[in-house]
T-cell receptor, first 111, second 113 residues
Framework: GNSVTQMEGPVTLSEEAFLTINCTYTATGYPSLFWYVQYPGEGLQLLLKATKADDKGSNKGFEATYRKETTSFHLEKGSVQVSDSAVYFCALTRGSYIPTFGRGTSLIVHP | KAGVTQTPRYLIKTRGQQVTLSCSPISGHRSVSWYQQTPGQGLQFLFEYFSETQRNKGNFPGRFSGRQFSNSRSEMNVSTLELGDSALYLC????????????FGQGTRLTVV
């Protein structure tokens, strides 16, 4: 079956540091890949997505590239802000209308 | 356009009681999915409804049930509540299709005492 593996958190960074959150997946064929963000007390919001190999999704300074050869979709941001503190979920859809989510990675950014 | 609305936002129930949660999807969205989120298990899929029919189901006991109305609004019911049912219940709506993004509501925080 499909699965998503994310790096365990929390990831703790200082403001303006570089962020990478690793995500790898297992799925047959070519899934669509997503990053969602959950701020405290809120539901999940779509951050970015990529639907085919080598696509780069980007939004609000965050980027992730769909790497078929390494089955990865790592999230990156060049300079994080305190307001980026949240939980980040990697997800995929393939052969089903139901996303498969990773366990989530908590990001804490200090001033 | 209005987002996904879940009511109520917070709920406290006693063991053995039952509870009904409501979700109004984005206008035009016909798919509604429900998830349970807990610190220990993460996000777990409960079920998905599309055009009033349950299309997919996760691995939860029969105490968890749902339905969808003709206007796409959905309800989730949990009977005979257990302490372990305490969680954030999230509803998500989407148009359809495996590459379609899901839009989530803010969730209902259920506490069972």
């Amino acid at each position: 079956g499909n699965s998503v593996t994310q790096m365990e958190g929390p990831v703790t960074l200082s403001e303006e540091a570089f962020l990478t959150i690793n995500c790898t997946y297992t799925a047959t064929g070519y899934p669509s890949l997503f990053w969602y963000v959950q701020y405290p007390g809120e539901g999940l919001q779509l951050l970015l997505k990529a639907t085919k190999a080598d696509d780069k999704g980007s939004n609000k300074g965050f980027e992730a590239t769909y790497r078929k050869e390494t089955t990865s979709f790592h999230l990156e941001k060049g300079s994080v802000q305190v307001s980026d503190s949240a939980v980040y979920f990697c997800a995929l859809t393939r052969g089903s209308y139901i996303p498969t989510f990773g366990r989530g990675t908590s990001l804490i950014v200090h001033p | 356009k209005a987002g996904v609305t879940q009511t109520p936002r917070y709920l406290i129930k006693t063991r053995g009681q039952q509870v009904t949660l409501s979700c109004s999807p984005i206008s035009g969205h016909r798919s509604v999915s429900w998830y349970q989120q807990t610190p220990g298990q993460g996000l777990q899929f409960l079920f998905e409804y599309f055009s009033e029919t349950q299309r997919n189901k996760g691995n939860f006991p029969g105490r968890f049930s749902g339905r969808q109305f003709s206007n796409s609004r959905s309800e989730m019911n949990v009977s005979t509540l257990e302490l372990g049912d305490s969680a954030l219940y999230l509803c998500a709506s989407s148009l359809q299709g495996s590459s379609t993004e899901a839009f989530f509501g803010q969730g209902t925080r259920l506490t069972v005492v």
